[in-house]
């Protein structure tokens, strides 16, 4: 880890007020858990809405990562984060995952911008599950899960699956959190695909610092203020002790 950027970073988070934090599916991962969001996991809509078998096997893949999600436990970077947020100054994160670990650390104000796999919706009437209640409704038998309310079968998270534009309301207000910020930190996210890809280039044009943290390379690594590459719990961790010291918290 690069120590001084690190420490550099952690007195921009000193000298901020509205700090907006983007994390990604590195996070997921140092918790055991998959990409939930992307195409390894969810199909094609319309192979998805037009094809039983493909919903099918959908909820088999489903059951089988579920024991995963349930038990997953939050990592030292979500940790971090909700500490970061118990200090002050952090806005709100808004995060690509989908897994809830966020909440299960205990920061309140977290943007999904993918939604979650934690509960379900009837696309048909819009009845709402958990998806506990959808997966006790597989193990009696239905390989395709039913609406108790209309009926139809068509049943699946609010996630974003490939051929679907990404949920607008959790988009809209994660640009409007950008625009107040004055400071961007972007954690084991990926920056490849729109809305989140054009993110970093928007908060430069308004002269707010943005700070990558990652494993991996980034199109927007050129153009920040700080980048450091390594795993986001070793260096959030690092960056959050720094920004206590000499800080009482309340």
């Known amino acids: 880890m690069e120590m001084d950027v690190a420490a550099t970073v952690a007195e921009w988070i000193r000298q901020s007020n509205r700090i907006v934090v983007l ?3 590195e996070l997921s991962s140092e918790s055991g858990l998959p990409d939930l969001s992307g195409p390894s996991l969810n199909p094609n809509i319309r192979d998805f809405r037009e094809n039983k078998e493909v919903r099918a096997k959908y ?8 024991p995963s999600i349930i038990n997953a436990e939050p990592s030292p970077s979500h940790q971090a984060l909700a500490e970061l947020e118990m200090i002050g100054g952090l806005d709100c994160i808004f995060t ?6 966020h909440h299960k650390a205990g920061s309140s104000s977290v943007i999904e911008l993918n939604s979650s796999i934690l509960w379900v919706n009837c696309t048909s009437c819009g009845k709402d599950y958990s998806l506990n209640e959808i997966l006790s409704m597989i193990e009696k038998g239905e390989d395709v899960p039913k609406c ?20 607008h309301w959790e988009a809209r207000e994660a640009w409007i959190r950008l625009h107040k910020a004055d400071l961007f930190i972007i954690v084991g996210a990926s920056l490849e695909h729109e809305p989140v890809a054009s993110y970093p280039y928007l908060a430069r044009e308004r002269n707010i610092k943005v700070v990558i943290i990652s494993e991996n390379q980034s199109p927007a690594d050129d153009h920040v203020d700080a980048m450091i590459y390594g795993k986001p719990s070793q260096v959030l961790t690092y960056i959050v002790s720094k920004v206590k010291e000499g800080i009482t918290i309340t």
């Open 59 to 66: 909820w088999k893949r489903i059951k089988e990562v579920y």
């Open 96 to 101: 690509q995952t989908t897994d809830g670990l």
């Open 23 to 25: 994390t990604g599916e």
């Open 148 to 167: 108790t309310e209309c009926g139809g079968d068509q049943l699946k998270p609010p996630i974003s699956f490939p051929g679907q534009p990404p949920p």
